[in-house]
């Protein structure tokens, strides 16, 4: 029996090594790089999403859905709403008066990334 528990105890901690080795090796996924499987979005696309309810905004080349954020952001409707659909870069970055938003507003952002913007073809 204690033969039995000490080769079974072995084998888990062997597991264990092999799984940690194998992990550390591994290439990890970049989280400042998009995915090479994120969806790419046409700007025709983005376009099709510009109401409050339905609001996609493309900034910094990624294409995030804000519309279940619409009712929580703190300026007025009217300030974000008309940028619905549209690349939005220079608004998030300016707050349309020359002051960036903050690092926790960047963190917020990330989590309604639905995609890429696609590039304009000439």
Known sequence: MRRLYACTTAVFWLLVATVAIVGHWSPAADPASPAAAERLIPVAELARHALP?????????????????????????????????????????????????????????????????AAEKP
Do not use: F, N
């Open 53 to 117: 309810d339905d609001c996609w905004m493309a900034i910094r080349g990624g294409v995030h859905d804000v519309s279940a954020y619409l009712p929580e952001h703190p300026s007025r409707p009217d300030v974000v709403v008309p940028w619905c659909g549209r690349e939005a870069t220079e608004a998030y970055e300016t707050k349309t008066r020359g002051r960036p938003h903050s690092a926790q507003a960047d963190e917020l952002l990330a989590r309604y990334r639905i995609g890429r913007l």
